[in-house]
């Protein structure tokens, strides 16, 4: 489509007079009526950290539009905050707003015939919604984050986040820590505004938004509260008119091999394990179809060259010194892993734009070479077996070397509510599995993280003696043996519904195996015993949601209707 045919069918010809008048009504002068129509997707927010200071960066990318020759037009987009919507009714809202957020900016982009557009997110489900729209729409867009948190400083030399807060919990509860240490820390472990300061969940999508190539170099680690963020944002606004002039598109720039740039390196920075709910989701919007195997193919390949906050105690902002993301990229090229011919919103190919930035490590313990990885293979692990058939996920960067291959015995728990009680009143013990069920995307419904509860672990010193095994999913700030997105979920009848107090449970990551150590004939009794009992859901989204989901298998993505 011509670049001028998408809003000319809002603003020119006689019958548009009318929807002119409308224009005008917004102070737009006939000189901006007739540049193209930039549409900026602005997710600021008072109620978000991460989002506080977006509109300083929306007031860039416009600056940016202008001055190449654009008109644009701000309208707003929701976003939730994990960490105040954690541990308790409002994260079952969490995941949904992924699909609500792709489907406004829908409604607003084609209602309003725009011929571009910015988008402006930060955290953790807003940047998936907004690139899933990204791919809807396909038409000339940027994508420009918030940018990170820098980390707190909470003592002498000690630096801290939001997570040094949440496992403070479990410390307080053991002894090892005061009530009033903990405030002092809480005062102190998020000093602004930006994406809360390690590898977790939105920083990890913001790195691989940068990596896919629809977004600029510096997107993912660039701190929210540099000078040079913002000029990232003007810079964003003056890239989308060039993407327009040249119609380039986002079906043009997400390919198979760009899919694989982003798993790629996702497991060298040992990203949050929503990526493998929101890749999947984000490129099959995109009409690629991408299961869990890529990033069991590619983590057993990939080296894990990052170890940040939660796994090690190296943040974004030490990333961003060390060399970002194109460093990264550049590493992980010297296996051939990085698919340089790959086009991005700069205008150039992926290996364009690592020779323009000298793309190099700077800090070789913060971002390690392929010569001396952390690890020799990738973040993430996708296990198998009789109590996932359809896969689970763990963050294997995180998992303590004593719980790669262990035997647990299950503690089941019906609720996220129930597993912490038991947790924070001492009634788990070294050698136990926590079991939680009934928290998948369709029996949460929403299928919430269960932070709180891994945090509590680690703080109560269990970390290399109990994991944590769930249909619903994880924070990117959880760190431990916590196996997620157990599939089929309990909700759909999978194993895990199957599951008793006291059975024995073998996790095995090296061998990606997860299994249910009871005997078939067994199972199938209790299978035959099964009442499924459905959960009475009060809200009408959730409800609504839950009709339409897909499995965590498949990115959690709304089956078609």
């Known amino acids: 489509m011509d670049q001028e045919n998408r809003s000319k069918k809002m603003k020119s010809g006689l019958e548009k007079a009318p929807h002119r008048s409308l224009l005008y009504a917004l102070g737009l002068t006939r000189e901006e009526m007739n540049r193209p129509l930039v549409g900026v997707v602005n997710a600021a927010s008072e109620v978000v950290p991460g989002h506080q200071h977006l509109d300083t960066l929306a007031d860039a990318v416009k600056a940016g539009v202008r001055m190449a020759g654009g008109t644009p037009l701000q309208f707003p987009a929701i976003a939730v905050c ?67 948190m820098l980390p707190g400083n909470i003592g002498p030399q000690r630096r801290g986040d939001l997570i040094t807060v949440f496992e403070g919990v479990g410390k307080v509860r053991s002894g090892a820590m005061s009530e009033e240490e903990l405030e002092y820390m809480a005062e102190r472990a998020c000093p602004g505004c930006g994406a809360c300061a390690g590898m977790f969940t939105a920083n990890s999508m913001n790195c691989l938004s940068e990596t896919i190539g629809v977004a600029l170099p510096g997107n993912g680690t660039i701190p929210a509260v540099s000078g040079a963020r913002v000029r990232l944002a003007k810079t964003a606004g003056m890239r989308v008119m060039d993407l327009l002039a040249r119609n380039i598109r986002p079906l043009d720039i997400v390919t198979p091999h760009s899919v694989a740039n982003a798993v790629a390196v996702d497991m060298a920075l040992g990203c949050s394990t929503n990526t493998v709910l929101h890749l999947p989701a984000i490129f099959g919007e995109a009409g690629l179809n991408m299961g869990l195997d890529i990033f069991d193919q590619l983590s057993r390949k990939t080296p894990n060259l990052c170890k940040l906050s939660p796994a090690g105690a190296h943040y974004m902002v030490d990333l961003d010194t060390a060399g970002g993301i194109p460093a990264v990229m550049s590493e992980l090229d010297k296996l051939g892993l990085i698919h340089k011919e790959c086009l991005t919103v700069t205008g150039k190919s992926v290996g364009q734009n690592l020779c323009d930035s000298k793309a190099r490590i700077l800090d070789p313990e913060v971002i390690r070479s392929v010569e001396n990885p952390w690890s020799p293979q990738g973040g993430i692990a996708v296990l198998r077996g009789s109590l996932a058939p359809d896969g689970a996920v763990v963050k294997q960067s995180a998992v303590a070397p004593e719980m790669m291959c262990r035997q647990v015995r299950a503690r089941v728990f019906e609720s996220e509510e129930d597993a912490m009680r038991a947790i924070l009143d001492g009634k788990i013990v070294a050698g136990d599995g926590v079991v939680i069920r009934q928290e998948g995307p369709r029996g949460g419904p929403g299928m919430r993280e269960m932070l709180s509860p891994t945090a509590a672990i680690t703080g109560m ?65 209790r299978r035959a015993a099964l009442r499924m009992v459905k959960k009475d859901c009060p809200y009408p989204v959730l409800r609504r949601y839950a009709a339409l989901v897909t499995s965590a298998a498949n990115g959690g993505r709304y089956r078609d209707v």
Do not use: W
């Not at 997105?485 to 059975?503: C, M, N, R, T, Y």
């Open 461 to 525: 010193g269990l970390g290399r003696d109990v994991a944590l095994l769930t249909d619903g999913r994880f924070s990117g700030g959880t760190n431990g043996a916590a196996i997620g997105h157990i599939s089929p979920e309990a909700a759909d009848g999978g194993p895990i519904a199957l599951v008793e107090e006291g059975d024995m449970i073998q996790i095995d990551i090296p061998g990606r195996a997860l299994n249910l150590l009871v005997d078939e004939a067994v199972l199938e009794q």
């Open 82 to 148: 994990d960490g105040l919507a954690m541990n308790h009714e409002g994260m079952r809202f969490s995941l949904p707003s992924r699909e609500y957020i792709a489907d406004s900016i829908e409604i607003m982009a084609r209602a309003h015939a725009f011929d571009a557009l910015v988008f402006l997110p930060n955290c953790d489900k807003c940047v998936p919604g907004m690139l899933m729209a990204m791919m809807r729409l396909n038409i000339p867009s940027v994508l420009v984050s918030g940018g990170p």
